[in-house]
C-alpha cells in the first residue's frame, strides 16, 4: 500500500507565508511526477505546481512567483514553498504522485488534503 501524508497548512494572514510538505511511503519501486493541486469551496480542483523526478516544473500562473514547488528524491518528499498568500489561495491542497510499485504499472496516488487559510 501506498500512503501521502500532508503537513503545514494551517491559518495565516494575507502576505504571509506557509509551506507544505507531502511524504510519500510503501513498497514504492519508482516516483514519477509530484504535484500540488487545491480545491476551493464550490469550484474545481485545479493544478497548483507540479515537478518531475529530473526537476523540471509546471507552475500556474495565478502562484507564479509566489510559490515554489521542490522535491527530495531520497526522502519520497515534495514540497509547496507558499509566499505572499493571497484570500484567493485559500482552499484544501492536495498532493499527488505517479507512482510505480514493484511489478506494477504506474498509478496516481492522492494525499487527504490539507486546509489552507488566508485571511484578510
Known amino acids: 500500500q501506498v500512503q501521502l501524508v500532508e503537513s503545514g497548512g494551517g491559518l495565516v494572514q494575507a502576505g504571509g507565508s506557509l509551506r507544505l510538505s507531502c511524504v510519500a511511503s510503501?513498497?514504492?519501486?519508482?516516483?514519477?511526477?509530484m504535484g500540488w493541486y487545491r480545491q476551493a469551496p464550490g469550484k474545481e480542483r485545479e493544478l497548483v505546481a507540479s515537478?518531475?523526478?529530473?526537476?523540471?516544473?509546471n507552475t500556474a500562473d495565478s502562484v507564479k512567483g509566489r510559490f515554489t514547488i521542490s522535491r527530495d528524491n531520497a526522502k519520497n518528499t515534495v514540497y509547496l514553498q507558499m509566499n505572499s498568500l493571497e484570500p484567493e489561495d485559500t482552499a484544501v491542497y492536495y498532493c499527488?504522485?505517479?507512482?510505480?510499485?514493484?511489478?506494477?504499472?504506474?498509478?496516481?496516488?492522492w494525499g487527504q488534503g490539507t486546509q489552507v487559510t488566508v485571511s484578510s
Open positions: 499527488n504522485a505517479d507512482i510505480t510499485l514493484w511489478l506494477k504499472a504506474p498509478t496516481r496516488y
Open positions: 510503501g513498497s514504492i519501486y519508482s516516483i514519477n511526477t
Open positions: 515537478i518531475t523526478n529530473g526537476g523540471r516544473t
